[in-house]
């Protein structure tokens, strides 16, 4: 795998750390490149193989289904090679979609049989209206999943379409939900799928800042208007339907955040992710705001970049280099260092050619090294 | 009407040797004021009823009684009453949803929840004595009036059809619902009609020229399929964009500028 949705991928897989809340991904999408499924498919399959190969936090998966029929998934991840054999053990389905109301339930007592209740295919919900119902048949299900008392296993939880439980409950009770599941100590990650346009903006908003990666499909290009005509709607509408943009955004624990931009194809096998590279001068230049000086290199400019040789590079003269990495104490630069006394470092990279100086002036000793976070974060080891 | 070579078939994939979609389909048709699509709904009645197709058709009426549908599927060809008495069409006149005024909300839940158990209880029983594997189709012939009789909630709505989802899940079933889109056009959020987009595998858009009113053509249509599975077996959103005429017992489609 080498497409980027694999970091978010990644980040489900290693689960969440001791004492913080689980990792959350929301999906989201729209009218104008409705492929939330399709996303949340590739990410639910991506996981569960995970899972079934052992290499995730998490030991097992607990699906709840309100978009599609059980046999929907069971059918996909059968499809991808994941064992349904396996899969049943590691993957249970809560089935909120055969009976949301429980109509087929109060339909009964007339002492008519049903013959149409669907191969049972994981836990029936028959009141989605009641989520801490809900909260304890999924807590119930992963444990049952893991096994309890093997010490603390996790397991992860994925909601297939949140839109419909806020149409049934409130903002209110699905945050409560969600932040629940998060800050369960078993749980690892929790990932769901929304439709945006469904909801009012605060919705939306409210559920972003429960999750910890955001992933939002969008159409290429705008929409046109309704006055645009006819033609070029059409063909808007053409060019969107198979294809889209794919953004990311991941919240780290420090706060930092990491916005990833790709294109993302849809066919039969799933969806494809194609990274849009930065160096698209055409879309870059139309992007860029019309500014009074120069942002772009020309030609000549980025052939002279090209040639400088950087003070870290090998510099093919034998001698080994020191570079200068603000951990040494002063005192320990002895030939290079011109007044130790002074806070001001002289480092010769190009041993004493004299023809470049960097000047570095410390604050003081006791400062760390400059960066505050850990440099390795996203390694995948 | 021109049966084996008709622009509207193509495009909902009927014609292709294609296998049928593994699950329920769910067909939502568009239209406008100026524009019915009515016509379309009757084209798909026919075809479910035709003898190829060997479904079971369950139609619910809210917008015209069934003497009114047995007269232009007739003009069709096809035999309204001959099939309800074969018990392959069930008609459903729910012209009075939602006339026992009282208290909205709770009247409305009964009766869509009375409707649907009709229907399943149909199909348990009547249609499908021996769990026989016709396909189902359900057909709703203006979603909008459930929601005027709801006193405009769509929830409950969206309730019933989720219920009619569930019993279209078979090879072949499908549900076919039509909705005006003009109605919702000053409307923000969510409204029932992005909600059934959502849900529907198949658009079907019946809207006025752009260019205005025509003698020969009455409106165009935009057929955008989602998912098909083509003969190669890859999966591909269809897009279909042709003209129409309505004519006394069929419809012509032709591609823009494809008429003399």
């Known amino acids: 795998m080498k497409e980027m949705a694999e970091p978010i991928c990644r980040v489900l897989r290693d689960g969440a750390l001791e004492g913080e809340h689980a990792p959350a991904l929301m999906i989201k999408d729209s009218m104008h490149s409705a492929f939330g499924l399709d996303v949340f498919n590739h990410i639910l399959c991506s996981l569960a193989s995970n899972i079934s190969a052992g290499k995730s936090q998490a030991r097992g998966l607990v699906l709840v289904s309100l978009n599609r029929h059980p046999s929907f998934y069971t059918d996909l991840l059968k499809s991808r090679g994941i064992g349904v054999a396996s899969s049943n053990k590691l993957i249970q389905i809560v089935d909120c979609y055969s009976d949301p109301l429980g109509w087929k339930d109060r339909l009964l007592d007339p002492g008519c049989i049903t013959k149409l209740s669907p191969k049972a295919t994981g836990t029936l919900c028959k009141d989605i209206r009641d989520l801490d119902k809900l909260l304890s048949v999924i807590l119930e299900l992963g444990n049952g999943l893991v096994g309890v008392g093997q010490g603390k296993i996790h397991f992860s939880v994925a909601i297939d379409l949140v839109t419909v439980i806020i149409r049934h409950t409130s903002l209110q009770s699905v945050s409560r939900l969600i932040s629940n599941l998060r800050s369960h100590d078993q749980v690892s990650s929790v990932f769901w799928l929304i439709h945006s346009d469904l909801h009012e903006m605060k919705a939306i908003a409210a559920l972003e800042y429960m999750s910890s990666m955001v992933a939002n499909l969008e159409p290429i290009g705008q929409s046109p208007n309704e006055q645009r005509g006819h033609f070029e709607k059409l063909l808007w509408t053409e060019q969107n339907s198979n294809k889209g943009k794919f953004h990311v955004r991941f919240k780290r624990r420090n706060g930092r955040v990491k916005l990833m931009s790709e294109e993302f194809l849809v066919e039969q096998g799933g969806i494809k992710f194609i990274t849009v590279s930065s160096g698209n001068g055409m879309i870059d230049q139309s992007l860029l705001p019309k500014v009074q000086f120069n942002l772009q290199l020309s030609e000549k400019e980025r052939v002279d970049r090209a040639k400088v040789v950087l003070p870290f590079e090998h510099q093919g003269n034998g001698k080994s280099m020191q570079i200068y990495d603000g951990r040494r104490s002063l005192t320990e630069g002895h030939n290079n260092l011109s007044t130790p006394a002074s806070t001001t470092t002289k480092i010769h990279t190009e041993a004493d050619c004299g023809k470049g100086e960097i000047h570095y002036i410390r604050d003081s000793d006791d400062e760390m090294p400059d960066s505050d976070e850990d440099p390795d974060d996203d390694l995948d080891i | ?260």
Not at chain 2, 34 to 42: N, R
Not at chain 2, 72 to 77: D, E, P, Q, S, V
Not at chain 2, 196 to 219: F, R
């Open chain 2, 1 to 260: 009407m021109d049966n084996h070579s008709n622009l509207l078939d193509e495009a909902l994939g009927f014609n292709s040797k294609a296998r049928v979609s593994p699950s329920g389909r769910v067909v939502l048709i568009e239209d406008s004021v100026e524009t019915s699509g009515s016509f379309v709904l009757h084209h798909l009645m026919k075809h479910a009823l035709s003898l190829n197709c060997s479904g079971i058709v369950l139609f619910v009426a809210l917008a015209q009684p069934f003497s009114h549908y047995d007269r232009i599927l007739r003009k069709l060809g096809c035999n309204l009453v001959a099939q309800r008495d074969n018990n392959r069409l069930f008609f459903f006149d729910m012209l009075k949803l939602g006339c026992l005024d009282g208290d909205g909300g709770k009247i409305i839940e009964g009766q869509l929840l009375e409707l649907y158990g009709k229907i399943q209880k149909t199909i348990e029983t009547d249609a499908l004595p021996d769990q026989s594997k016709n396909p189902i189709t359900i057909m709703i012939d203006d979603i909008s009036l459930m929601e005027v009789a709801a006193h405009g909630s769509s929830n409950h709505v969206l309730d019933f059809l989720h219920y009619c989802h569930t019993l279209t899940l078979g090879p072949g079933c499908s549900l076919v619902v039509l909705n005006h889109e003009d109605i919702y056009s000053s409307l923000t959020g969510p409204t029932l009609i992005l909600e059934m987009e959502y849900i529907a595998d198949i658009v079907i858009k019946a809207e006025p020229l752009a260019t205005g009113l025509a003698s020969d053509v009455h409106g165009q249509l935009m057929v955008v399929n989602k998912g098909i599975i083509d003969e190669n077996g890859t999966l591909r959103t269809k897009l279909r964009n042709f003209h129409f005429k309505v004519k006394e017992n069929s419809v012509e489609y032709f591609y823009p500028g494809s008429q003399s």
